[in-house]
């Protein structure tokens, strides 16, 4: 894949692998211009794609709000951005994480079952609480990546219990509706989805009474490992979607905004062949960067200094004693040598944040931040 100019000039001088290097310029241009195509429409970071400070405080500019699913979440980004607005939500609130979201003034609690509302009240002491209720709509996602399905949200008879329930519960006000249905989808299946979701969340939050209602259609915009350079359609989306002031629409993208600019840059410790199959050994291994083995894909990469024509295939490994550990399986490959850079692109979301660092105790990677 294509290494960045100035993203290789820094790796070049590299003199620790493994690394995580942050394009933080690039993560700027691109947020930017995601922010100018959706007009309107309210832009929430989803912090669990990738919670760096650095991270943080360069999106900080381009967003209006953070998403946090956790206690431990809320707690970082309230401390890294003092003054960002929060939504919070997930399946599994705890009392502590409740009462945490009251101290540290959460804009939006997404209420995901009919037993929160008065708990909410209860830990709330008094002060009103303003919240979307999150629905796990049946709406059919052909192609998406991954569907939501499960314990996030409440069907449609559980969401009318809880807006009854919400309604007899003073300090609870109903705002709006939130719904993150899956992930991997591309704009027209974005757009289609959003529309399901606001045709039916509309009519029934007019029927509760709700004015100036709230509709937040969630995260999953496609982000394709197999062409990194294609990039979700964020012109056409913005364009698609409602603008005519009826409902004060918001996404809470993760994957999409940050993917695109991080890299994990390591060297070749070992090549060797074993029952016909060429492995590279490189420094590190999964337990930094898991994205493949999660997402079953081939991790794409650059080798900075190889300008030869491909040698060959081998399969891309790291340290770790099990045959899950692996980059990428039987890629084409530069004559590669101990010593040789290998830097993983795409590794700027769900990345080093969901792997399994402790495993056999390597050593950590570095954390660079090009500005
Ligand atoms: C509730 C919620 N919102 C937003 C996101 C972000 O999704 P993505 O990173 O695919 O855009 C997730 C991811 O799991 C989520 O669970």
């Not at 951005?81 to 979201?101: C, F, H, M, Q, T």
């Amino acid at each position: 894949m294509h290494l960045p100019a100035h993203v290789a000039a820094y790796v070049r001088r590299l003199d620790r692998y493994p690394a995580y290097v942050y394009d933080l310029r690039g993560l700027s241009a691109h947020a930017a211009a995601i922010r100018a195509a959706l007009g309107p429409v309210e832009l929430f970071y989803a912090a669990k794609a990738n919670p760096d400070p650095e991270i943080l405080r360069t999106l900080e500019p381009h967003v209006d709000g953070l998403e946090v699913s956790s206690g431990g979440e809320l707690a970082h980004v309230r401390e890294t951005l003092p003054n960002v607005r929060l939504a919070y939500g997930g399946p599994g609130k705890s009392d502590d994480e409740i009462a945490l979201a009251m101290r540290l003034a959460v804009e939006r609690i997404h209420v995901e079952s009919p037993n929160e509302p008065a708990r909410l009240a209860e830990l709330a002491s008094g002060r009103p609480v303003d919240v979307l209720l999150r629905a796990n709509l049946a709406i059919a996602l052909p192609g998406a990546a991954l569907t939501m399905s499960g314990p996030f949200g409440m069907d449609e008879d559980t969401l009318d219990a809880c807006a009854h329930e919400i309604a007899r519960t003073p300090g609870i006000r109903l705002r709006g509706v939130h719904a993150h249905l899956a992930s991997g989808l591309d704009a027209p299946t974005m757009l289609d989805l959003a529309g399901q979701v606001t045709d039916w969340a509309l009519p029934w939050l007019a029927a509760r009474g709700v004015r100036r209602p709230e509709v937040n259609v969630g995260g999953g915009m496609a982000v394709d490992y197999r062409s990194p350079e294609a990039r979700f359609d964020w012109t056409a989306y913005g364009r698609g979607l409602p603008r005519d002031g009826t409902v004060r629409l918001r996404i809470e993208p993760g994957r999409a905004v940050t993917a695109y600019h991080g890299w994990y840059v390591t060297d070749v410790l070992d090549v060797k062949t074993t029952h016909g199959e060429t492995y590279a050994i490189l420094r590190g291994g999964t337990h930094h960067l898991r994205t493949p083995v999660t997402k079953g894909h081939d991790q794409p990469f650059a080798v900075p200094a190889s300008s030869g024509p491909p040698a060959g295939r081998a399969t891309l490994v790291g340290q770790l004693c099990t045959p899950k550990d692996v980059f990428a399986r039987h890629v084409t490959v530069p004559a590669l040598r101990p010593g040789d850079v290998v830097a993983f692109g795409m590794a700027g979301a769900y990345a080093w944040n969901i792997s399994h660092h402790d495993f056999l105790m390597h050593p950590k990677p570095t954390f660079h931040h090009l500005r």
